[in-house]
C-alpha cells in the first residue's frame, strides 16, 4: 500500500527559503514532485529514482534540490532563492513500481509517476 503525506509548506518572501517534506510508506522506483499554481495545469518539477539519478525542470534547475533519507521512508524539496512564480499546491507523488503515463523531464522518461499522490502542501511566496 503507498500512502504519501507531504509537510513543510507555508509563506515566505521573495528570496527566502523552505524544505517540503513527504512521508512515504509502500514501494516506488522513482519519486517526485509536482507544483499546481492557480488556473495552470499541475506540472513536475523534480523527480528522483534509485536515491541518486535526479531530474529537474528549467524553471527550477540549480534552486531546488530533490532528496531522499536513507531509508526511503521520507522524501524532500530543499528549495531556495523562491520567487513568487514558485506559488502553489505542491505534491508528492509515486510510481508504486507500477508503469503508467510517461513523462519527460530532464532528458529522461518516466513511467507512472503520477499513479499515487499525497494530499498537497501550500508554498505561498510574497513580493
Known amino acids: 500500500q503507498v500512502q504519501l503525506a507531504e509537510s513543510g509548506g507555508g509563506s515566505v518572501q521573495s528570496g527566502g527559503s523552505l524544505r517540503l517534506s513527504c512521508a512515504f510508506s509502500g514501494y516506488s522506483s522513482c519519486m517526485g514532485w509536482f507544483r499546481q499554481a492557480p488556473g495552470k495545469e499541475r506540472e513536475v518539477v523534480a523527480a528522483?529514482?534509485?536515491?541518486?539519478?535526479?531530474d529537474y525542470a528549467e524553471s527550477v534547475k540549480d534552486r531546488f534540490t530533490i532528496s531522499q533519507d536513507n531509508a526511503k521512508t521520507m522524501l524532500y524539496l530543499q528549495m531556495i532563492s523562491l520567487n513568487p512564480e514558485d506559488t502553489g499546491m505542491y505534491y508528492c507523488?509515486?510510481?508504486?513500481?507500477?508503469?503508467?503515463?510517461?513523462?519527460?523531464?530532464?532528458?529522461?522518461?518516466?513511467?507512472?509517476?503520477?499513479?499515487?499522490w499525497g494530499q498537497g502542501t501550500q508554498v505561498t511566496v510574497s513580493s
Open positions: 507523488a509515486a510510481d508504486g513500481g507500477k508503469g503508467g503515463r510517461q513523462l519527460n523531464l530532464g532528458g529522461t522518461r518516466y513511467f507512472g509517476l503520477t499513479n499515487y
Open positions: 528522483i529514482c534509485s536515491s541518486r539519478f535526479t
